[in-house]
């Protein structure tokens, strides 16, 4: 279980068994949303993903299964 508000991408990239990368792919496309928490004058984001966010990714993400229709 999660308890923290915020993940980075590293630790989101762990839990789903992905690589840190595309976690930020998907942040810099825009399908993920993030925050950046770097510290004023840092020269590369820091991103924070909102727990509430990462559900919402992931449920837009989700698939239903498909029935076979009956003849």
């Known amino acids: 279980p999660v308890t923290k508000q915020k993940l980075t991408p590293p630790e989101v990239a762990k839990l789903w068994g992905i690589s840190a ?19 004023k004058g840092a020269k590369r984001p820091r991103y ?21 229709s009956e003849s």
């Open 48 to 68: 924070l993903i909102d727990i509430e966010d990462l559900r919402a990714f992931e449920e837009a993400r989700s698939t239903a299964p498909t029935t076979a």
């Open 21 to 39: 990368d595309k976690v930020v792919a998907w942040i810099r496309s825009g399908e993920l949303r993030a925050m950046d928490g770097s510290r």
